[in-house]
């Protein structure tokens, strides 16, 4: 589990070809997924992302993968950690989540950031409230 806290590029490729067992395998299944959640102006190529005139999405279809992926726990978690400690090949690293409003906006909670050329800036994150509904998801793109 300590490799999907410092997920990057070369992170998301291994385990793409772990779990599809290649990358384009991989592709096959996010566009399953995409598919089963109705997800029409959604395509993927890449597991990490970036810039490909086929790997395409809404912020709004954004929005709705990561409210499903809200459901899994261990992603939940993950996703709204500050700050952790790990450990690769026995070496101890403190990585920190670069979502700025995680720990600062109260009711943030975290779940993705990042930046290509062709996308710009991009942040998915929760709004938890008291209120129904119990949390609001918003896109930036």
Same mark, same amino acid.
């Given at each position: 589990?300590?490799?999907?806290? %410092? !997920?990057?590029?070369?992170? &998301? %490729? ?10 384009? *395998?991989?592709?096959? !299944?996010?566009?399953? @997924? ?11 190529? /890449? ?5 490909? &005139?086929?790997?395409?999405? /809404?912020?709004?279809?954004? &929005? %709705?993968?990561?409210?499903? &992926? !809200? ?14 400690? +790990?450990? +690769?090949? *026995?070496?101890?690293?403190? +990585? ?11 009711? %943030?909670?975290?779940? @993705?950031? *990042? ?5 710009? @800036?991009?942040?998915?994150? +929760? !709004?938890?409230?008291?209120? @129904? ?9």
């Amino acid at each position: 589990m300590d490799l999907c806290y %410092v !997920l990057g590029n070369d992170s &998301a %490729v291994a385990l793409a070809e772990h779990v599809g067992g290649s990358l384009e *395998g991989f592709a096959t !299944l996010m566009n399953q @997924k995409a598919e089963e959640l109705g997800l029409s102006n959604t395509h993927f190529v /890449t597991p990490h992302g970036l810039d490909d &005139a086929n790997h395409y999405t /809404t912020a709004y279809e954004l &929005a %709705v993968l990561t409210d499903y &992926a !809200l459901n899994n726990e261990s992603f939940r978690n993950i996703v709204n950690t500050q700050c952790t400690t +790990i450990t +690769i090949n *026995g070496n101890a690293r403190t +990585i920190n989540n670069t979502n700025e409003l995680l720990g600062y906006l109260p009711g %943030v909670n975290g779940v @993705k950031t *990042g930046f290509t050329n062709g996308a710009r @800036k991009v942040l998915s994150y +929760i !709004l938890y409230k008291r209120r @129904k509904p119990n949390y609001y998801s918003s896109v930036r793109m």
